[in-house]
Nanobody, 125 residues
């Protein structure tokens, strides 16, 4: 049974940092890509960051470029999202998700097969 479990959310002041983790399990043949999405209150789900399993290539949403970094620890089946210079508008529930096949658009929600339950990140003074 495939599971994705996020952790690391919390409350942080503007300008601060958080590191989110996503532990994956149950994959018998791996996945093509993993991504972080977020949903802020009253807004659509937004793609934040993406990583391709085969070569580690990455992509980022425009709103987080230069501030967020996606990485992985294959030995621990864990994907990380390091978030720096956080802003109040980064407040959201953050989800990790995996896609089994090639993606035309890396943040196409419908192409992702498995999702975690999310972790809340709140940026506020």
């Amino acid at each position: 049974q495939v599971q994705l479990v996020e952790s690391g959310g919390g409350l942080v002041q503007p300008g601060g940092s958080l590191t989110l983790s996503c532990v994956t399990s149950g994959f018998t043949s791996g996945y093509y890509a993993v991504a972080w999405f977020r949903r802020a209150p009253g807004k659509e789900r937004e793609g934040v960051s993406w990583l391709k399993s085969s070569d580690g290539s990455t992509a980022y949403g425009d709103s987080v470029k230069g501030r967020f970094t996606i990485s992985r620890d294959n030995g621990k089946n864990t994907v990380f999202l390091r978030m720096n210079s956080l802003r109040p508008e980064d407040t959201a529930v953050y989800y990790c998700a995996t896609a089994s096949g090639r993606l035309g658009y890396v943040f196409e929600v419908s192409e992702y097969d498995y999702w975690g339950r999310g972790t809340q990140g709140t940026v506020s003074s």
